[in-house]
Structures are given as C-alpha cells and as structure tokens.
C-alpha cells in the first residue's frame, strides 16, 4: 500500500513538471518568407514588421514566452512546403505565416491542414488561398477585392477603352477577370487581355503592342517588386505622351518603390488596401516607427499584412491563454477578429476566414518632396468577390 502511494505520489510529481514545462515552453511562430530572389523586398517588409510589432507589444503573450523564427524560401513552392513540415515537426511551431506568393501559400496548404496548424497569409492574395486549408486566415488582401473598385472607376472618369497587362499567374488571372467583370457591366471594352511570365518578364514587347492598340488606357497587375520596371518601361516608351493612361491595383506604384519611380508617375491612379499616406493617428504612429526601426524605410502594404497577422495570431494567443487548446482553439480565436489597422478597420470573416477591408482609390502625388498614393475616395468593407462558395 505504502510503495502504490509512493508511486501515485511520484506521478504527480511527474505530471506537475510535464505541466510546468510546457507553461514555460515558448511558444514558436514560423514565419515562411521569401528573404532572397525576385519577391526578396516582401519578405524584408513582412519581416521587419514582425519585429516591429514584437517590440512594441513585447514577446511574452499570457505569461508565454513567444518565439520566432524566419525561414527563407527563396520563392521556390516546393522549398516552402519542406520548410513548414520542417518547422511542425522539428519547430513544433504553433502557428505557421507568412506567404509571399500565391504557389508558396497553396504548396503549403496541406501541411497546414494536415497537422491542424493555423497558417496567417499575410502577403498572397489570390482569391482561391483561404478554400485550400480550413487552417488559413488571410490578413493580406485579394486582387478581387482590389480589381473590382477600378472597374467601377474608370468608365466614371473617361476610360472606355482598355487593354489589361498582367503577370500570368493566380493573382494576375483573378486581377483582370474581375476588373473586367464589372468594367463590362459599366460598358467599358477590354480590346485586349496581355499576360507575362511571373518569372523576369520583360515588359518590352508587350508594351509596343499596348502602344500600337492606342486604348484610353493600360490596367496592370504585377506582383510587389516589378511595378518599378513597369513604370520605367511605360514612360520610356512615351506612352503617357501618347494619351495612353496608366491604371492598376496599388501593387503596382508600391510604397517600397514609389519614391524612386519619379515623377512620370504623377498622377497614376489605382485602387489598393493600404498606403503609407493614409491618414489616420494609428498608421502615423506605424509608419514613424517602422521607418525609425528599419533607417528610413518607407513600409508598403505587404509590411502592413505582417503586422496586422501578428497581431490576429497575438490577440488569438491571449484569448486562450497561450495557446491552450491547440490548434483549433487558436483558429477559432482568430475567426471574427476586429480592430483598427494602419489601413483602417478590418475583419476577419469568420465565415471564409478572409480579410474584409476598405479599398481606396489613390493617385499618384508630391507630399514634402517625395511621391505617395494619396487616397482620394473609398468603397467600405469590402469582402473578397472571388469566393467560389
Ligand atoms: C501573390 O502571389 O499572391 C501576390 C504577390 C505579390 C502581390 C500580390 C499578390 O503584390
């Protein structure tokens, strides 16, 4: 009797530790970015606002230690799915993020899935990403969402006649079905639909052929990045001289290269989720201190979904005390989260798990020397129109 009480005693004992090493474990996040090749600038934005966010809301959630950890994918699809396996299995991360490309965030899907891990996308945004794992939320934006306000703009402002340029793949696909969607139903045109290689396209050829079509004016979507090369090529070519207008989703005059487009930019108009001149109290603060942490540099809608998805998998960690519950408790608290971003109020749709924000309409402009996208109208809460269900 007396050595069967010893024994219940030692595995309580046992037990206690077990527990109380798992409440001082940290809890790990694995962020999976492409920090080389061609997107190497959107890992460099979403993982200097991680950090940001970090150091201003410190890095113990609920009493838990929060970890993490930055792996580069290069952009290669197959590297970051051996990378999420990698970071599960060995890591034991506890929420997976990251994504900067639509093939990266669909390769990962399925370890997600899989192994019950919530996975942010903080960066992709073809509309199909959140349908491929029920452990995805999306704190990026569509191009849906985007495509259709310029398809609403542009026939109300003289533009009849388009041709659409854009990068062939996901995003690019879904960017010019839906402007053209809804630029039919206002009776605009698209004379032409153009798309490039994802991988060192050159815009030459393409160009010449906008410039011999003559349209009202040019719709691009290419991926944060290449909108320097576009512009570059477009003025180049005397286009703008040519009453050709440049329009597009707002990847296109990014923030992380809009300063250095010059002024052939002036006056570009496009419709995107977020800029670095939005003006707001709380994206002032943000736009200060992520430029003072990083010497100056300006952040762009892609460091803005890094920091809102830090903040989703932060405030799911606090309402279930560090990560209690797993994975699913953890996707549950993320489902339905509300609060005001640097780019205004957004949602996360419990519902499909994605992003509902504002989109504005910006044109290109000088504010104290230097070149913004400054908001000049705004359709409210708009939801992803790509969903298929
Ligand atoms: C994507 O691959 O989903 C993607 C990448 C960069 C963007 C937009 C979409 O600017």
Partial sequence: MKTLLNLRALLIALGMCALSVQAQEAFKIGLILPMTGQQATTGKQIEAAARLFMAQNGDKVAGRKIELIIKDDGGIPDAAKRIAQELVVNDKVGVLGGFGLTPLALATAPIATQSKTPMVVMAAATSIITEASPYIVRTSFTLAQCSVAMGDWAPKNGIKRVVTLVS????????????????????????????????????????????????????????????????????????????????????????????????????????????????????????????????????????????????VIYEALKNTKGGQGGGDALLAAMKGQI?????????????????????????????????????FDVIKEVKDPGKTK
């Fill in 168 to 311: 062939d793949y996901g995003p690019g696909i879904d960017a010019e079905r839906f402007f053209k969607e809804r630029f039919l139903l206002n009776s605009g045109q698209v004379i032409e639909s153009l798309r490039v290689p994802l991988r060192n396209p050159d815009f030459a050829p393409f160009l010449q052929k906008v410039r011999d079509l003559k349209p009202d004016a040019l719709f691009v979507f290419v991926p944060s990045g290449a909108g320097a090369a576009v512009m570059k090529q477009f003025l180049e070519r005397g286009m703008d001289k040519a009453g050709i207008k440049l329009i597009g989703t707002g990847d296109m005059t990014d923030d992380d290269q809009l300063n250095d487009m010059g002024d052939g930019s002036l006056g570009v108009v496009t419709s995107h989720h977020y800029s670095a001149m939005h003006p707001s109290a709380v994206n002032k603060k943000f736009v200060e201190a992520f430029k003072k942490a990083n010497h100056g540099m300006r952040p762009n809608f892609m460091a803005v979904g890094g920091y809102d998805g830090m903040r």
């Fill in 339 to 375: 609060f005001e971003s640097p780019r205004g109020q957004i949602f996360i749709d419990a519902q499909t798990r994605d992003i509902v924000q504002n989109i504005y309409l910006r044109r290109v402009e000088k504010k104290d020397g230097e070149l913004y996208n400054v908001e």
